[in-house]
């Protein structure tokens, strides 16, 4: 518990002079005033030095019995998480004194005055910057944690980013609106959170999983250029990069184009790269399609700070006599290779285990082929020509002491598994530079992908994305889109971008339809009858029959963002008040119950699970 004989005092007319983290060796000499928590105490007898920390750092407070007797006395009632006010000056350390290792290590306030302005019980968790504690307790007693230095680092990095993209935005002459957080129910890709309604007993309200709807409302009625830094929420499976709830920069603007959209991002990352990072990027960034991306790197977020991309290695096999290859290649499947440096070396229980996790990633098996000391170490050697050995190495471009490995199965299935397994193998052998942010663009997606649960045809995006302009057109061609070959809608594609940095997905966007008869195929295409078209999409369908320019935009989860540039492993590390993974809030032990007067009120009733 508290002290409670201690005099906890008022501010008074005390106003603050210095933050803790910024004063200096330029204030030598000068009368300051701090206000900020008890970080650390340390009582030397005739000297109590007090380590003061607010949102911007840590400075030494020291306390001379004999320099001022009643600062002194007050300083021995003092203890961690205490409030205090200090007034001091500032003096230099001598050298031999100063603490490196702070920002505020060459000078210390001596102390004139103290005064306690709350105290504090022994927290639960330990308020040091470098301390290792559990995180639900971080989450519970959020608002301690909160106290800490790479915390409000990152809050600040998050404003900062946030000013930055306002700014920047403003400039090119985008306006910030806002749209309705609660509106109807409509298939977006994740499961809505429903908000009940008391005035219409039996409907639902859901909370916006995206301003998508809306904003391409806003370009129907003549706004131009819209943007928001907006609140959006996903019913989803969570991960260390997703929340319930989250902020989202979005921005669309009318008559845009691929070109258009890619410029004004290029430009709003140069200016959050200079004013937050203050380093400077290279732009244009590289662009890869889709298709490109998943032959090379086996991801459509591929990291591309290092080498070690897939190669196809059929024809190198073509005539093979390994019955395994030669079977793959003659049911259309392909032979695909990454080349690991260095690792000829490796045991077999070595090899054993980089086959386990192919398989758990969905291959049936994996081969491997390592060069060493001109000749080749391989399970299937006595199968290979010296033209396969050969021609395998140069495909690759192996060396002497590399190994190869290959997988042999459809074009998806091995591609994916290579593009893990290099992830992986980079990670393990340190093959991933930390300080580089590399760009990149990954345009026509597949306007549709397979449910993996259902494996219906369902959006890759959204359902309001527009198809490339020659599918645009079969599609208005074709009387029954939802009737067409499996075939032909998996090579259907969309006017679609993601920007991807160091293999994460930063933003994702499109060039939106503006035409009511291309939305309507889209939706017969994803099986929506018209009827049920009418019935979700009704507004949007006829807002397209009064003069909808063409336009598209892009969104950037801006707590993904900021997660990356700040450093951070996990997205709960730059939001103030986040959930956990199972999307629960240990600090307000939301999501909670509520009395049944509540639930009468909303024409619910209440669910016994037992």
């Known amino acids: ?9 008022d501010l008074g007319n005390l106003r603050r002079t ?21 970080n650390r105490r340390r009582d030397l007898g005739e000297l109590i030095f007090i380590d003061m920390r607010d949102r911007t750092g840590l400075v030494q407070v020291v306390c001379n019995r004999a320099a001022s007797a009643e600062a002194f006395r007050v300083a021995e009632a003092v203890r961690s998480e205490y409030v205090l006010a200090v007034i001091g000056t500032v003096a230099a350390r001598a050298e031999g004194q100063i603490n490196r290792d702070m920002a505020t290590g060459s000078i210390e306030v001596v102390a004139q005055e103290i005064r306690i302005l709350n105290t504090a019980k022994t927290p639960p968790i330990y308020i040091r910057d470098e301390a290792e504690q559990d995180e639900l307790l971080r989450l519970k007693y959020r608002y301690l944690d909160l106290r ?6 990152n809050l600040e990095f998050h404003h900062k980013t946030s ?16 749209t309705p957080m609660m509106t109807r129910s409509t298939p ?8 009940p309604s008391r005035l219409d007993p039996g409907k639902f309200y859901a909370l916006a999983q995206s301003p998508q ?13 819209y943007f928001q830094i907006v609140r959006c929420f996903r019913d989803e499976d969570l991960r260390a990069d997703r929340q319930p709830e989250f902020t989202q920069i979005d921005i669309e603007s009318s008559f845009a184009t691929e070109e258009t959209v890619w410029e004004l991002v290029e430009g709003l990352m140069k200016r959050l790269w200079k004013d937050v990072m203050n380093q400077e990027l290279e732009t244009p960034f590289p662009r890869l399609t889709y298709d490109e991306a998943m032959s090379r790197f086996g991801s459509d977020k591929p990291d591309t700070r290092f080498g070690m991309e897939i190669q196809d290695v059929t024809p190198v096999f073509k005539n093979t006599a390994f019955g395994v290859f030669r079977s793959t290649v003659e049911s259309g499947g392909t032979l695909r290779a990454i080349c690991l440096p260095g690792q000829a070396g490796v045991s077999r229980h070595e090899v054993d285990a980089l086959t386990v996790r192919a398989k758990t990633h969905g291959a049936k098996g994996l081969v491997t082929v390592a060069y060493h000391e001109g000749d080749i170490k391989s399970a299937i050697k006595k199968y290979l020509t010296e033209d396969e050995i050969s021609g395998l190495k140069q495909a690759v471009g192996a060396n002497d002491g590399d190994m190869v490995l290959i997988v042999a199965d459809a074009f998806e299935t091995a591609v994916t598994v290579l593009g893990r397994l290099r992830l992986e193998m980079a990670n393990k052998l340190g093959l991933i530079p930390k300080d580089k942010f590399n760009f990149l663009w990954i345009t026509k997606f597949p306007l549709l992908k397979r449910n993996e649960e259902t494996g219906e045809w369902e959006a890759a995006h959204h359902p309001f994305t527009s198809p490339m302009a020659e599918d645009a057109l079969t599609l208005l061609r074709t009387e029954a889109p939802e009737a067409l070959p499996d075939d032909v809608k998996a090579h259907i594609y969309a006017r679609m971008y993601d920007l991807v940095m160091n293999g994460v997905e930063l933003a994702s966007g499109s060039i939106r339809i503006h035409r009511r008869d291309l939305q309507e195929k889209v939706f017969r295409l994803l099986g929506l009858s018209n009827e049920e078209a009418r019935n979700k999409f009704g507004f949007l369908l006829d807002a397209f029959e009064y003069g909808a320019p063409p336009h598209g935009g892009i969104a950037f989860g801006l707590d993904r963002l900021v997660m990356l540039m700040a450093g951070c492993d996990t997205i709960r590390d730059v939001i103030a008040f986040p959930k956990t993974s199972s999307g629960t809030c240990p600090l307000t032990d939301a999501p909670a119950p509520v009395d049944d007067k509540q639930l009468a009120d909303l024409g619910l009733a209440r669910i016994d699970r037992k």
């Open 213 to 225: 709807l809306f904003k391409q409302l806003l370009m129907v009625g003549g706004t131009d250029k």
């Open 1 to 9: 518990m508290a002290n409670e004989t201690v005099e906890i005092s």
């Open 188 to 195: 977006e890709g994740a499961r809505d959170f429903l908000v």
């Open 163 to 178: 000013m930055a993209v306002r700014n920047y935005l403003s400039e090119q002459g985008y306006w910030e609106i806002e």
């Open 148 to 153: 800490r230095v790479p915390m409000q680092r």
């Open 18 to 38: 210095h933050y803790c983290g910024q004063v200096g060796l330029s204030d030598v000499g000068k009368t300051v005033t701090l206000l900020g928590w008890v």
